[in-house]
Nanobody
Framework: QLQVVESGGGLVQPGGSLRLSCAAS????????IGWFRQAPGKEREGVSY????????DYAGSVKGRFTISRDNAKNTVYLQMNSLKPEDTAAYYC???????????????????WGQGTQVTVSS
């Protein structure tokens, strides 16, 4: 059974950077597409970024495009989300999710994913 665990969250000032990691255990990530989602208090879960199993296809929410970069290292069974130029509105709990489907038509929809981590908090504040 695949399990994913997020790490790398924290408190950062506006304009700063963080790198989130999504580490998998119980199975190899080679065949799984991965998505990053976030949820702020009182708001719906939002798809942030997606990467196909082979790393060829990526997608980003408009609000993070040009600032966030998703990547994967299948040898380390880990997916990363590099977040630059962070804004207060990026504050949320961030979750990674996995699906055995290697490529998704819409990787930013949470219903497409089967395995979820517990989340890591990102707070952007001065």
């Amino acid at each position: 059974q695949l399990q994913v665990v997020e790490s790398g969250g924290g408190l950062v000032q506006p304009g700063g950077s963080l790198r989130l990691s999504c580490a998998a255990s119980g199975a190899t990530l080679d065949y799984y597409a991965i998505g990053w989602f976030r949820q702020a208090p009182g708001k719906e879960r939002e798809g942030v970024s997606y990467i196909s199993s082979d790393g060829v296809t990526t997608d980003y929410a408009g609000s993070v495009k040009g600032r966030f970069t998703i990547s994967r290292d299948n040898a380390k069974n880990t997916v990363y989300l590099q977040m630059n130029s962070l804004k207060p509105e990026d504050t949320a709990a961030y979750y990674c999710a996995a699906t055995r489907v290697g490529w998704l038509l819409n990787g930013l929809k949470y219903v497409n994913y089967d395995y979820w981590g517990q989340g890591t908090q990102v707070t952007v504040s001065s």
